[in-house]
């Protein structure tokens, strides 16, 4: 469980396409002494979509804070398990440059991320850019004053004419008062539900669950639904999955008694 940090240092988002870090995404280190400071930088775009013979994309990064801010990015392959697990694995498909990242307070900086492979041709590829903040020690007295080390990962799509998602769900009651929906991706892209709900015709919503999950061509993933008010009948059940892009799609169940 993470710790509770107080909201200074709460991650926060400044609009659709841009993230904005005040806080914590993910953790690389953590408080050895006081007092503790914290980066405060924002970055655009939080996804990456390439076209196949695209060979460059531009992202920036804001230092907003009012100290030295040095950064190190890297590019992993991003694959996942068939039961939708991530696995990342340094990759050299693509460049970044500058690799490190070496920012004056309240300054601005592109990255441009360049493909070093052929154009993919039939399925979408993808990786992830990971910007991890390297701590800078500063002596404060008698203590030592250390950062807390900040970290984000931004998903690349490099995705060819024609490859698209084809997200398969299913739904199963594990309890009285809970379903289990598996989704599985037997398309050529990778699926983005946001949320799920599931629903009965006569007592209407019954369970939903946000989520950020990405599902990867050829993965399956478990969604857990549960009703609070009372148990899930028998019968028809509608679920309704949103997709990233406004979308949602629509499956029927029949749920045994």
């Known amino acids: 469980m993470w710790p509770v940090l107080p909201d200074r240092l709460r991650a926060r988002f400044r609009g659709p396409n841009t993230l904005r870090q005040a806080g914590v995404m993910g953790m690389l280190g953590v ?18 979509y390439m076209a196949s013979k695209e060979r460059a994309s ?23 398990t ?10 050299e498909d693509m460049i970044l440059s500058p690799p490190i990242l070496k920012m004056a307070p309240r300054s601005r900086q592109v990255v441009r991320l360049i493909s070093m492979i052929a154009p993919v041709k039939d399925r979408q590829r993808t990786y992830r850019m990971t910007v991890r903040e390297i701590p800078q020690a500063k002596p404060a007295g008698d203590d030592l004053q250390l950062q807390i080390a900040l970290a984000f990962s931004i998903p690349i799509f490099m995705t060819p004419p024609g490859a698209k998602a084809k997200l398969d769900c299913t739904l199963a009651r594990v309890a009285p008062d809970a379903a289990k929906a598996i989704c599985q991706n037997t398309g050529t892209a990778a699926s983005h539900p946001t949320a799920l709900r599931i629903s009965h015709s006569a007592l209407g919503n019954l369970a939903s669950q946000d989520s950020g ?38 499956y029927d169940a029949n749920v045994s008694e």
């Open 31 to 48: 408080c050895l002494a006081a007092p503790v400071c914290a980066g405060n930088f924002s970055v655009t775009p939080v996804r990456i």
């Open 58 to 80: 531009a992202i920036t990064v804001n230092n907003d804070g009012d100290e030295e801010l040095v950064m190190q990015a890297d590019i992993y392959e991003w694959k996942q």
């Open 82 to 91: 068939p039961d939708g697990k991530d696995q990342l694995t340094l990759s």
């Open 213 to 250: 999950a990405y599902i990867l061509p050829g993965v399956r993933r478990s969604f857990d639904l549960k009703r609070k008010d009372g148990s899930i009948p028998g019968g028809r059940i509608t679920l309704d999955v949103s997709m990233s892009d406004g979308t949602s799609q629509s």
